[in-house]
């Protein structure tokens, strides 16, 4: 049972660049979310799912796009990659309870 | 906007108790979750309070009052591996949860 998994764990972009970080949950979850999280800080939320079909922009939604591409998958897009978006990626979905199950992040560093 | 309050940080000795405080924004709140993050790792769930009162799970407990738009996180017979950030998030209609500044709490021997 893999739970949430997010790749790549690791990504170094230059300024200007873009790139998708992908999410996919195996355990049949409707609501899927997108958090960044800085050094020393909390989780901020970029982008969530509440089912298959529709997205809702969070706190910090700017510089971000996502997409829902079925139930299990929810990948998050940067289009042109900018300094302050460095930052580790986490992808999330929620079960029974309300329990949010996380996948291990993504590092990304924009130079 | 939807912004949650926290201590910054938290330090206690082995054996203590500790509380670890939240408020929240009252507007579509449905409830009030905790996790635990150690440092480099993902945040893991501790607990879900829909409705007011006391939820207990091992040594950790959680309380909700949503007359006062408080709640807060409670570990007992605190251990070293307990050191870590502590985060209160509240989930709003539609789904959308939001995270708290998180706490950091340092547990010394």
């Known amino acids: 049972n893999a739970g949430v998994t997010q790749t790549p764990k690791f990504q170094v972009l230059k300024t200007g660049q873009s790139m998708t970080l992908q999410c996919a949950q195996d355990?049949?979850?409707?609501?899927m979310y997108w958090y960044r999280q800085d050094p020393g800080m909390g989780l901020r939320l970029i982008y969530y799912?509440?089912?298959?079909?529709?997205?809702d922009k969070g706190e910090v939604p700017n510089g971000y796009n996502v997409s829902r591409l079925n139930k299990r998958e929810f990948s998050l897009r940067l289009e042109s990659a900018a300094p302050s978006q460095t930052s580790v990626y986490f992808c999330?979905?929620?079960?029974?309870?309300?329990?949010?199950?996380f996948g291990s992040g993504t590092q990304l560093s924009v130079l | 906007g939807q912004s949650l309050e926290q201590p910054s940080e938290v330090t206690a000795v082995e054996g203590a108790i500790v509380q670890i405080n939240c408020t929240y924004q009252?507007?579509?709140?449905?409830?009030l979750s905790w996790y635990q993050q150690h440092d480099g790792g993902a945040p893991t769930f501790l607990s879900y309070?829909?409705?007011?009162g006391l939820e207990e799970t091992g040594r950790f407990s959680s309380f909700l009052s949503r007359s006062d738009s408080y709640g807060y996180l409670l570990l007992q017979e605190l251990q070293m591996k307990d050191s870590a950030s502590y985060f209160c998030?509240?989930?709003?209609?539609?789904?959308?949860?939001?995270f708290g500044t998180g706490t950091r709490l340092q547990v010394f021997p």
């Open positions: 998030a509240a989930l709003y209609n539609t789904d959308k949860l939001i």
């Open positions: 799912s509440a089912s298959e079909g529709t997205t």
């Open positions: 309070n829909a409705l007011d």
């Open positions: 999330a979905s929620t079960g029974p309870n309300e329990k949010l199950f």
């Open positions: 009252t507007s579509g709140f449905y409830g």
């Open positions: 355990m049949n979850h409707n609501s």
